[in-house]
Each structure stands twice: as structure tokens, then as C-alpha cells.
């Protein structure tokens, strides 16, 4: 995750270079903050709506609790604390 993070703000960094930089940086808003809920210590902070407004307001509140998910069952899988079923 740190190394996704840390190319999400290379490329953001890259884009403040460019000659239509605001335009650009709205479209990697989204990207940002995925980034940071996948980051983040808090995951309930996302179905908050009031806190998810603040903080997550470009991700999808569909797709939000999937990331989580996800990032949760791989984090458990890289920990060795998913059982698995064969």
C-alpha cells in the first residue's frame, strides 16, 4: 500500500507541473482518496456519511465497502490469519 501511495503522489506531484494542472488534479481526487481510505486506521470512518463527505467524497459509496474488503482480506491472507478451505 505505501508504494502505492507513494506513486499516487509522484503522480500528483507531476501533474502540479503541468500547464492545466487543476483540471487534471480534480480527476486524480478519486484516486487520492482511495488511496487514503485503504490507508486508513479508521475504515468505519467510511460509512459515516458526514465523515465519508469530508474525507472520501469522490469514492464511490458502492465501491468503497468493497475496497475495504478486499484490502482487509488480503492484509489477513499477507498476515497468515485467513483460513482458507480446501
Same mark, same amino acid.
Given at each position: 500500500m505505501a508504494a502505492l501511495a507513494k506513486d499516487v503522489t509522484y503522480l500528483s506531484n507531476f501533474v502540479d !507541473?503541468?500547464?492545466?494542472?487543476?483540471?487534471l488534479k480534480e480527476n486524480l481526487d478519486e484516486l487520492q482518496q !482511495?488511496?487514503?481510505l485503504m490507508?486508513? +486506521?479508521?475504515?468505519?470512518e467510511f460509512f459515516d456519511v458526514s465523515i465519508?463527505?469530508?474525507k472520501f467524497g469522490r469514492v464511490d459509496? %458502492?465501491?468503497g465497502p468493497r475496497?475495504? +474488503?478486499k484490502y482487509v482480506i488480503?492484509? %489477513?491472507m499477507m498476515k497468515g490469519n485467513l483460513? !482458507?478451505?480446501h
Open positions: !507541473t503541468l500547464e492545466n494542472a487543476p483540471i !482511495t488511496v487514503h490507508q486508513t +486506521e479508521n475504515p468505519d465519508r463527505n469530508k459509496a %458502492m465501491n475496497i475495504l +474488503e488480503i492484509g %489477513m483460513l !482458507t478451505f
